[in-house]
Nanobody, 123 residues
Framework: QVQLVESGGGLVQPGGYLRLSCKAS????????VGWFRQAPGKEREFLAF???????YYDDSVKGRFWISRNNAVSTAYLQMNDLKPEDTAVYYC?????????????????WGQGTQVTVSS
């Protein structure tokens, strides 16, 4: 059973940055695609980025150029570097993993989810 634990969220001022981490345990991390999502109050869970098992990376247009996904299979951890944060980036951020899907873009494509970490962008 794969378990995911996010960390790194917090309160940041507009224009600031945060780096989220997603530590996985169980399974073979290098075989998974890893995705990042967020969910603001009253809104649907929103796809941000994925990094699949063969190294393909994809970003939603809403975060392209500001957010960067990476992974370190040696420590079973994925990261989301978030720069130039805006108040509209305020949400709970989730990481998720799935198997050998080449382009996992929706929540239903993912099998395992973390508990989420709160990001609040406010002055």
């Amino acid at each position: 059973q794969v378990q995911l634990v996010e960390s790194g969220g917090g309160l940041v001022q507009p224009g600031g940055y945060l780096r989220l981490s997603c530590k996985a345990s169980g399974g073979t991390f290098s075989n998974y695609a890893v995705g990042w999502f967020r969910q603001a109050p009253g809104k649907e869970r929103e796809f941000l980025a994925f990094f699949n098992w063969i190294g393909h990376i994809y970003y939603d247009d809403s975060v392209k150029g500001r957010f960067w996904i990476s992974r370190n299979n040696a420590v079973s951890t994925a990261y989301l570097q978030m720069n130039d944060l805006k108040p509209e980036d305020t949400a709970v951020y989730y990481c998720a993993t799935t198997g050998l899907l080449p382009n996992p873009l929706t929540p239903k494509d993912y099998i395992h989810w973390g508990q989420g970490t709160q990001v609040t962008v406010s002055s």
